[in-house]
């Protein structure tokens, strides 16, 4: 799970078969990943490690097919066999791998639908920071309320706010969720499972039917995302999700390459998108059918930013609306849901005139 390992057992996996179940642990001390599976035929317990690369790039280009695992104890020899052929690896001792640590048995408890889950993670996580001395910045902020579930990611530039009504806990708790733990959610989840959290002040667990993790979570206040949304915006405009999105890909190529600024124009129903690299005597404009019935305004984005937002949202139409060009734009689904709110925030950018 880590490419630097501070104890070298940890490059291994750790594999234990008993009672018909073969149950798999991946851990970077840090982290735990772990999985288990019904074998179809056992013959004796076992628990051992082997080296993960080792093991992982001999199974992954096999078909879906039953695997034969044989382990002496004596020599530690592992072999496999299946169906074209077999492979032998040394394994290690698994007495050194070192357990997880457990939530406090007055952890909190929350359970939603792993969608849920997933839907916060993947409209959040984009917007989370790499910093290495605002530590809470690096993962999404899971804000539990009473009557609501808000799941919150913001480097400073970009911020995106998921309002969950479905989910009512009666409690008033949060933790932040690293970013790495996120990033290993959203490859292992399935739609349609329920996911089992606890967590106390600097722990957690996570359960879905078929894998646990365990993790540290991120210790820190969490800054008031709140605070900065802008709470009115008298311009607003409402376009196509998907024509906008393609017209910053163009404009994109033309944009400075180190700041990215693209200048939105927006009047009378019509929105033009002006990408320039003055350096190199490149531009680009587009223009877009819009509803937007304000005074003309323009305002200065990053476009990869913009551009990420569009991809993520997923309505057909998006609205824009700012209030002046010093000031954030918020941008939302242009059908809102109710029972899931997505809002999303992108501080502005100079304009050289």
């Known amino acids: 799970m880590g490419s630097k390992n501070s104890m070298p057992i940890l490059d291994c996996i750790l594999f234990d078969i008993k009672e018909g179940i073969i149950t798999i642990t991946a851990s970077d001390s840090e982290k735990y ?4 599976a019904p074998v179809i035929e056992q013959n004796g317990n076992a628990r051992f ?3 993960a690369k080792t093991i992982i ?10 695997l034969v695992i044989n382990f002496n104890e004596e020599t530690m020899k592992v072999e496999g066999q299946h169906s074209s052929g077999s492979f032998s690896v040394m394994a290690q001792d698994a007495a050194p791998y070192p357990l997880p640590k457990k939530v406090s048995d007055n952890a909190t408890y929350l359970s939603m639908p792993t969608e849920v889950l997933l839907n916060g993670i993947n409209r959040c ?17 899971v804000d539990i309320t009473p009557e609501y579930l808000i799941f919150a990611g913001t480097d400073g530039r970009k911020l995106v706010r998921n309002t969950v009504h479905s989910i009512k806990t009666g409690l008033t708790a949060g933790f932040i969720l690293p970013k790495k733990v996120c990033a290993i959610l959203k490859t292992v989840l399935n739609k349609g499972d329920q996911v089992e959290i606890l967590f106390d002040m600097d722990k957690a667990t996570i359960k879905s039917e078929d894998m646990t993790m ?18 009115s915006n008298p311009f607003k405009a409402t376009v196509d999700r998907v024509a906008l999105a393609s017209a910053l890909k163009r404009v994109a190529v033309f944009c400075n390459q180190s700041s990215g600024l693209v200048k939105v124009e927006l009047s009378n129903n019509s929105m033009r998108l002006t990408g320039q690299d003055n350096e190199y005597a490149t531009s680009a404009e587009e223009f877009l059918t819009c509803d937007y019935t304000s005074s003309p305004i323009s305002i200065g984005f ?4 913009l551009l990420e937002i569009a991809n993520i949202i997923e309505s057909d139409t998006i609205t824009l609306e700012v209030a002046d060009p010093s000031r954030p734009g918020v941008i939302r689904p242009a ?3 109710t029972e899931d709110e997505v809002l999303m925030l992108l501080m502005p950018m100079r304009v050289e005139d």
Request: contains cysteine.
């Open 33 to 36: 990943y772990i999985t288990s």
């Open 49 to 51: 490690c082997i080296p």
């Open 57 to 66: 790039d001999s199974i992954k280009e096999l078909a879906e097919q039953p």
């Open 125 to 141: 996580l984009f917007a989370t920071a790499n910093d290495e001395i605002r530590l809470v910045m690096n993962g999404i902020y």
């Open 214 to 231: 365990h993790f540290r979570l991120i210790e820190g206040r969490y800054p008031n995302y709140n605070a900065v949304i802008p709470q």
């Open 302 to 305: 990053s476009c990869q930013f």
């Open 335 to 337: 059908d809102d849901n």
